[in-house]
């Protein structure tokens, strides 16, 4: 075999569905309480005393990192001041939904629908006038609980080809290329594996819908095989 000649090519490959493997649906909505998903903030340092003997504050809370469109969401750290000062709140990259306490620290506030979305890099810091001392940066993500997103993964496998169609054998495998889409006549979606050791692909987190997939294989020359027969799967 001349493995430059594309005008050889490799034997089809079957392509079939792990039924097995498929998870279900799930939904992509999430809860606002404060258990519902742990905080990137953490308590704050030690107190620690300046050149001038004033010891800073120190700051601590879990924020809930997920709130829902037309719920109440509240969150207040804990603050002290070893000297016993005075403490104010600052806040950086408030949300637009939210007000905030400078009294209290209180990030509060009800996200509306049209305000869904990710809102990053949130700091709260507390200051006694001399020194302060801030939580770690969070992220609040507000989900419309009412209307979860429903998604699924789809797990395709195959066998890997042996031969070229004139029955010579098959020496330089070099992966696959999977096509796929929404219908059966226009798969217009496609992952390049460049890896011919790997005969599973795994898609996760798909919309709900119908899907159709196909798989061809290709050489290190560049000849590539017809595509394999379409299996489908529904999501949702």
Known sequence: MT????????????????????????????????????ATSAPGP?????????HAPTISGSAPTTAAVNAAYSFAPTANDADGDQLTFQIANKPSWATFNTVSGQLSGT????QA??????????????????LPRFSITVANTSSPTVTGAATLSWTAPTENTDG???TDLAGYIIVYGQTSTALDQSLRI???????????????????????????????????????????
């Open 3 to 38: 493995h430059g000649r594309r005008s050889q090519s490799i034997a089809t490959l079957t392509l079939f569905i792990a039924l097995g493997a498929l998870s279900g649906c799930k939904g992509g909505g999430s809860n606002a309480s404060a258990d519902s998903a742990e």
């Open 46 to 54: 030690g107190s620690t005393q300046d050149t001038n003997g004033n």
């Open 111 to 114: 996200p509306t629908l049209a």
């Open 117 to 134: 979305g990710v809102y990053p890099n949130i700091t709260i810091t507390a200051t006694d006038g001399k020194s302060s001392a801030a």
């Open 168 to 170: 010579s054998a098959l």
């Open 194 to 236: 460049e890896n011919p050791s790997i005969d599973t692909y795994v898609f996760q987190d798909l919309p709900a819908g119908k899907y159709y997939f196909s798989i061809k294989a290709y050489t290190q020359a560049g000849a590539e095989s017809a595509l394999s027969g379409t299996v489908s799967k529904n999501i949702g």
